[in-house]
Nanobody, 127 residues
Framework: QVQLVESGGGSVQAGGSLRLSCAAF????????MGWFRQAPGKEREGVAA????????YIADSVKGRFTISQDNAKNTVYLQMNSLKPDDTAMYYC????????????????????WGQGTQVTVSS
């Protein structure tokens, strides 16, 4: 019902920047919340940012606060994750997700609250 397509991943040196994009297709009315998650090898998936698409409220996890920002372009049904001052620890597969729910607080970072997922885009940060 909702298809999510991520792009923008790649390899960058520490201190560099990348911008990830996530375009939503299909029943976009089911995308009340859009989130970005990441999963490094051997680690659990971690929520890093979310946005309430209706009003634009944003949520950034403490682990990336001050370096990552999330934004949206409603006309394009696209959400962005701007990642600055990247560190090797940011190396992971990054996933976009969508939820039809209205989430609050830490629920924004819980993958179980999201129904739709993209295929992921790899981010590699070298030292």
């Amino acid at each position: 019902q909702v298809q999510l397509v991520e792009s923008g991943g790649g390899s960058v040196q520490a201190g560099g920047s990348l911008r990830l994009s996530c375009a939503a297709f299909g029943h976009t009315y089911s995308t009340n919340y859009m989130g970005w998650f990441r999963q490094a090898p051997g680690k659990e998936r971690e929520g890093v940012a979310a946005i309430y698409t209706g009003i634009g409220s944003t949520y950034i996890a403490d682990s990336v606060k001050g370096r990552f920002t999330i934004s949206q372009d409603n006309a394009k049904n696209t959400v962005y994750l701007q990642m600055n001052s990247l560190k090797p620890d940011d190396t992971a597969m990054y996933y976009c997700a969508a939820s039809p729910r209205v989430l609050s607080g830490d629920y924004c970072y819980m993958e179980s609250k999201y129904n739709y997922w993209g295929q992921g885009t790899q981010v590699t940060v070298s030292s």
